[in-house]
């Protein structure tokens, strides 16, 4: 399993491509589940763990890597299914989210497959907004077409995490809260948490804010408001995106927003669980004008008053 994830640093040239890397793992014997590799740290058989008295039902013991303590949640109950029992072939996803380390306990790892964004897509509607997807994708794997599920991360982590949006003291310019009334803010992310986590932070400034679900919504909504002769920068205060997401990822989105003169000056934030060092170094290559690491309101609206201070001074 080590080697299966030794080359994840050399995989970053798939960002910006608008390509991605999945880690599949089953949590029951009939279904595929999947996580992006550059969330993943490492992958290995589940070592002793030590009991958590008080801690969220999801949460099944510490484990101890290398002198690090690390919580392991039980990713089979956390999404709705019957507790899982350990066994020799159980596998530790330790992961890195939103600035902290967690192992999810699953069946087995499987592999890792290469795919474009494009072949990722939303879960049906008709799956309810209850679900713990963020897409879903079919993929031939041994010698037969199956389905992933791609796993919504940041909704599960909500559940067991309670993320405050209350800004700290001193944080908000008052003088500005009155500039930030009716002014638009459009968001583009496939977790429906996290665009809430947003959302809920920006409407205490008295921002509007839009909601898409992925990079292509995003693109053909901007597109639409150039067609229909509107000046983008003075029509939404700034987009923030996020880093993976179906069909287009916030790079390739960034790009092609860059790439179109009607909308090239728009203010782009890249809101995503990503690490940070990367993602500053594909910030500075597609041409965003900042990067967050989630879930963070206070930067999120030092950032949004940035922008805006920006676009009173034109």
Known sequence: MTQMLASVDQRTKLVGENRLELLLFRINATQLFAINVFKVKEVVKVPPLSTMPGSHSSIIGVANLRGL??????????????ASVIHPESNLIVTEYNRSVQGFLVDKVEHIVNLTWGDILPPPKTVGRDNYLTAITRIEYQDKQELVSIIDVEKVLAEIIHYDIRLSDGVLDEQLLPHMYGRKVLIADDSA??????RETLEQ????????SDGLMALKQLQQWCNEGKVIT????????????????????????????RMADLFITLNTSLSGSFNNAMVEK??????????????????????LKQALSV
């Open 69 to 82: 303590s690390i919580p392991v949640i039980d990713l089979r109950k956390a999404i709705g299914f019957r």
């Open 193 to 198: 948490t996290a665009r809430r986590q947003v």
């Open 205 to 212: 400034l008295g921002l509007e804010v839009i909601e898409v």
């Open 234 to 261: 003075d029509h939404i205060l700034m987009l923030i995106t996020d880093a993976e997401m179906p069909e287009m990822d916030g790079y390739k989105l960034t790009h092609e927003v860059r790439s179109d003169k």
């Open 286 to 307: 597609v041409g965003c004008n900042r990067f967050i690491s989630k879930f963070q309101p206070d930067l999120l609206v030092e950032v949004v008053q940035e922008r």
